[in-house]
Nanobody
Framework: QEQFVESGGGLVQPGASLTLACAAS????????IGWFRQVPGKEREQVSW????????KYADSAKGRFTISRDNTQNTVYLQMNNLEPGDTGLYYC???????????????????WGQGTQVTVSA
């Protein structure tokens, strides 16, 4: 089955660091832009970060800027999310997905995501 397998989550105290890994299973990530997302119960899924297929361009949600770093190793078929100075607001189930296409909407192009994994839980609590 083609999907990502996320790992690296855990229960940590505020200020701690975690590195999440997103390993592709059954397909190669080299041609895909990849995004990390966070899901909190009762809230919409939020895109936390994004990395171009080349690895040369990255984007972050305002809440992640300055604290999170996304990177990729196409030879290992894996994308990483280094998270520093974690805050309780970072708590959630973290997923990655590949940006496989786009569709036109009245508000502009919208990304189409695929190869979702099961996610890895990050809990930040004192």
């Amino acid at each position: 089955q083609e999907q990502f397998v996320e790992s690296g989550g855990g229960l940590v105290q505020p200020g701690a660091s975690l590195t999440l890994a997103c390993a592709a299973s059954g397909f190669a990530i080299a041609d895909w832009n990849i995004g990390w997302f966070r899901q909190v119960p009762g809230k919409e899924r939020e895109q936390v970060s994004w990395i171009h297929s080349s690895g040369e361009t990255t984007k972050y949600a305002d809440s992640a800027k300055g604290r999170f770093t996304i990177s990729r190793d196409n030879t290992q078929n894996t994308v990483y999310l280094q998270m520093n100075n974690l805050e309780p607001g970072d708590t959630g189930l973290y997923y990655c997905a590949a940006e496989v296409s786009f569709k036109a909407t009245p508000s502009g192009l919208k990304s189409i995501w695929d190869y979702w994994g099961q996610g890895t839980q990050v809990t930040v609590s004192a």
